[in-house]
């Protein structure tokens, strides 16, 4: 399918003006839509690649610049040790809040989209992750991909790092899908098996992916690459959006 890779569009958030960059089949649509949350480094060429690819399954997907109080429009930060610094920082200096304020305001935007049919979901990986899992508990978003997220089991995202996620699960009305690579240090077996313990406590409507892969599997930058675990990842994530971003209620999985 082609698409358009070249929109942004700085949209109003509680906190000030957010950039969001927006990938969509090039056809008129309406089309299911999807936020992107990206890692700690914003917009880098692998989220751009992995939004380009979830657009071309037919989708609207927007990614949100998540550091737009403290970095400049654009600002991509690189995958090296002051980056990686940089992006830690600032994701233990935003209020979660803040983070939240910017989802609502995010969804609310795409779902008005011309080009969108209104349902909307969500995707991430590692702190996006986490912020396409919070995102979820809006009614707006139907389903949520989240792709080794960082922090729920620790509770620790943002400032003072204490987060309410854990307790929130019951907050959920759509689906989610969790995808963990089991040679993941940032989230071990144990903090892996505490939150599909919650998610069954709470009684979410989910899906669950355990795989032999590193964190940040997916971006295709790098040693941690598994580009057969990307095609899997990505055919999962296909099926999904595909059942709940049709116009229809989402489907009860276990």
Known sequence: MIIRTDETADIDTPTGPMRVHLFRPAGEGPFGAVVLYSEIYQVTGPIRRLA??????????????????YEAPGTILAYDKPGTDRGNTLKFTKPVAGFDTDSVAVVDWLAAHPACNGAVGTFGVCLGGHLAFRAAM????????????????????????????????????GEVMMVWGRQDPHVPFAGRQLIRERLEEAGTQYTWHEVNGQHAFLRDEGPRYDAALFLDAMMATRTLFARTLCGGPARTTS
């Open 52 to 69: 380009a690819m979830i657009a071309g399954q037919g989708h609207v997907v927007a990614v949100p610049e998540v550091y737009h109080e």
């Open 138 to 173: 809006n009614p707006k978003v139907r389903a949520a991909a989240c792709f080794y997220a960082t922090d729920i089991h620790t509770g620790t995202l943002g400032a003072g790092r204490s987060d309410d996620t854990l307790a929130r699960f019951g907050d959920i009305p």
